[in-house]
């Protein structure tokens, strides 16, 4: 754990609850703050910090930083539109979710700019470590496409059976649609019920995969011999893809043709 956080040093953790701590600041002032607070870099003063930075961004107002319409300053107006302006396309990803700014980055672009320092290159955009948590100088950096596709919540990674995999991994392997997994997580399930949950919508021309094999539902029922109205029944009636390819057929009874068969009386 850092000792140091913006301009306040750790001088000993308080008793009770809620992870408090006795801090000192750099312009000689003591205070007890939160651990979190701390962490997530809301508190990084005693309040000088924040005066300070008031100051500067009166003194933006008055005068140009010369930075108005750079892709730096572009990158620092879009994160806050999308935690703060709800007529953002992308505000019900983030600030929708409670994704928001930290208080020195909103109050000032010249802090933000200073925390992350100039654009790499023009694939570069500002990208989350945690893409759960708000967007600070603990927590961003300059990434490109391909690092914020992994780190994308659309990724999450589930832990199952003692293998991790991600979401789209684990609907194929246990035969549940990707949406439906996905909403069933998003609705605060865990990962075992959310795949253990029958499945009510199921598609035959999408894969899913059971030891290792990947096959569409029709494959799946002709490689058993069943009919792809039993499977799916099956599975919508709760079964998992092993337990509904593994539960024997029924067998109906036909009559030879030519033969009847005599109606009592």
Request: proline share 3%; charged share 25%.
């Amino acid at each position: 754990m850092s000792n140091k956080y913006g301009r306040l040093t750790i001088l000993s953790q308080l008793p009770g609850p809620g992870r408090r701590v006795a801090v000192s600041c750099d312009c000689g002032s003591l205070l007890e703050v939160k651990m979190y607070n701390l962490e997530k870099g809301f508190t990084r003063s005693c309040g000088c910090l924040k005066a300070e930075v008031a100051s500067k961004t009166t003194k933006e107002r008055n005068t140009t930083h010369g930075m108005s319409g750079t892709p730096e300053y572009e990158a620092w107006k879009h994160i806050k539109s999308r935690c703060y302006n709800k007529r953002n396309k992308d505000y019900r990803l983030y600030g929708g979710r409670g994704i928001r700014v930290c208080q020195a980055w909103f109050d000032s672009f010249l802090a933000f700019y200073t925390d992350m320092g100039p654009r790499l290159g023009s694939k570069f955009s500002v990208e989350r470590r945690d893409s759960n948590s708000d967007y600070g100088p603990t927590n961003c950096y300059w990434g490109t496409p391909e690092q914020q596709a992994n780190n994308t919540s659309r990724n999450k990674v589930l832990e199952l059976d003692g293998e991790k995999m991600t979401m789209a991994q684990a609907a194929r392997r246990y035969g549940i649609l990707y949406s439906t997994l996905r909403t069933r997580l998003g609705q605060g399930m865990d990962a075992r019920a959310a795949i253990s949950v029958g499945v009510r919508q199921c598609s035959a021309g999408v894969l899913y995969e059971l030891d290792g094999e990947e096959k569409t539902l029709t494959e799946w029922a002709e490689s058993r011999g069943m009919g792809l109205t039993t499977l799916v029944y099956r599975l919508k009636a709760g079964k998992s893809l092993a337990d509904a390819l593994s539960t024997p057929v029924k067998e109906i009874a036909r009559r030879p043709k030519g033969v009847k068969l005599n109606r009592r009386t």
